[in-house]
Structures are given as C-alpha cells and as structure tokens.
C-alpha cells in the first residue's frame, strides 16, 4: 500500500455506527470494516444488527451489537460505554441513525401532533447531540481524539413538505456539526457531516417498485438515484487521516441533485398546455 493509500487505512480504529441494521448505516459500517476497523453496531431492532456485526465479522473485523434507542440519551451514553468495555477506546462516532416512517407525513401543519414532531426531532436530532456528547467525552480523555461523522439529508437544504419535521430536524443536524466542530477542534476531534440525496435503502422488492425507483431517478442530473453502497467510501475518507485538515464540512452525495434544482416534491405545478 503507497503511503497515500496508507491514510485511508482504519486498522486499529474503532467505530460506532448508528442505525446499522439496514440502509446506508448497514453500508456504512461494512464499509469502515472493509477499511480495517472494528465496529460496534447499534440499532433499535436486534436482529438487525446481529447480522451486520456477523456480517463485518467474515471480513475478519470484529464486531458487536448493540442494541439501541438514540432517542434515549442514557441509552447511548451506554452505547458508548459498550464500545470502550469492549475495545478500550472509541476512534469514530458515526451518528446515522434516522427516522424511516416520517411522523406526520403529507399531514396538513395545523394535524402535525406534539408526539410526531418531538420524536421526529429525538431520532433525527438529538440522538446526534447525545451521541456526540459522550463521544467526544471518552475521546477527549483518550487525549488523542477522534472523529464525529453526522448523517443529515439533502431535505435540510429545500423544501421539504411531505415532511417538513424531518427536512428542520435534518438542517439542525447540519448547524450542530458546524457548531461542534468549533468546540471540538481544540480536543483534536474532527466533525464533518455526511448529506445523501435520494439513495436506495437496497433491491427493490416488487417490480412496481423498481419502476418508481427508475422514474424518481430521471428528476435527477446523474439520471438515477444513489445505491447504499456509494456512501462508505466517503465514510472512509471522513474517518481517516486522508481528511485530517477537513472539520466542519457537509458532503452532499446526490447525483447532482441540489445542484441541479429537481427534486420529487410531492406535488406537480400548474402549467398551461
């Protein structure tokens, strides 16, 4: 391996990964393993992440489950605990976990109860912060730091009405990865966050379903839409040293989406024909 290559490397790194059951955090943790480190798999459901931890462990990796309620904090200030009884360190937080189901989706605003907004917050937000939080304490201590990598949305950047609770909690996630790497950056402890556009959670299940996943990539410059798998090798980069100068930053993956201004919104304007 050239000394470039060399700085992509995790071997001896250990990670947490958040919602790692499934989707892109599934991708993500087998993608940090791939690289060489060992990984704690957190998750709600744990069956989930019992087979993403077997999984990383015929990488030859090691790797534990845990599961974990984010919206929880002294859930995940276990979470963290596991990984330091287990390893005896922690190198890379990776807070993926998000919301799949949007509470009050296509709702009208004045129907959006208190229960679906606060948990839509909890999931998508403050898991981040408690996450974050006892990280970067046990990172701290360490005295050699460490890396924070926050998982946003590309909803955070446009208008998000199907659910605009998630598209708010998202663009926090954003500004607290700003914020906290400032606060940080003194501790040697670097955060980025990651920003996905639309990106398949895997195979399609139904033909229908292949089919609307081919149409909604056609509103988008790349002309389909992401595949899980294209998140980790950016995963990588963010908790390697090849992005030791790099804190504070969003990464938008999505096939030029933003950029481009066409996006799926839920409703197809007025046009005179």
Known sequence: M??????FNLEGKVAIVTGAGRGLGRQMALALADAGADIVCAARTAEQVDRTAADIRTLGRRAISQPTDVRDSARCDA???????EYGKLDIMLSNAGIGDMRGANAELWDVNDDDWHDTLDVNLSSAFYCARAASKQMTGQGHGGTIINVASGTAMRAYPMSFGYGAAKAGVIALTKSLSAMLVK???????IIPGFVTQGPARSEQEAIFTQTRGRYLPAQRLGYAWELGPLAIFLASDASAYVTGQGFI???GGLAGGLAPMGFAPDVAV
Do not use: F, S, Y
Request: aromatic share 0%; proline share 4%.
């Open 79 to 85: 979470l963290i605990r596991r990984a330091v009884d």
């Open 187 to 193: 501790h040697n402890i670097r955060v980025n966050c």
């Open 2 to 7: 050239t000394p470039l290559l060399e700085r």
């Open 253 to 255: 993956i999505d096939g």
